[in-house]
């Protein structure tokens, strides 16, 4: 059996076949990564990180795959979801830079 996550419905399965139980779809199923553990519990993190594995977003604090990301253009904040692949890996190059200084 193979470990499935559903990007629709957030549900993880097993099943031989990767077609979601909940909302009987295979479009938004993917194989899910083994260091993947969906349960994270921070709510807001500063930065994110990118699983070695997988290449997948991840919570840089404990490793959760089930992270959204958000970026900031031109002062408006939204999901990166929709980005082709090429934007999301624009936005893993990118240099990030700390601004605040420690008194």
């Not at 993917?30 to 991840?58: F, L, Q, T, W």
């Not at 795959?65 to 408006?76: C, F, K, N, P, W």
């Amino acid at each position: 059996m193979t470990r499935y996550k559903c990007s629709n419905c957030k549900v993880v399965f097993e099943a031989e076949e990767p077609l979601c139980p909940l909302c009987n779809t295979s479009d938004a199923v993917k194989v899910m990564c083994p260091r993947d553990h969906c349960n994270c519990p921070h709510g807001v993190v500063e930065s994110i990180a990118y699983c070695p594995e997988c290449g997948e977003p991840m919570c840089p604090e404990c490793g959760c795959h089930s992270v959204v990301q958000i970026s900031r253009v031109t002062g408006y904040l939204s999901s990166v979801d929709g980005w082709n692949n090429a934007k999301k890996q624009e936005l893993k190059d990118r240099v990030r830079y700390n601004t605040e200084t420690n008194k």
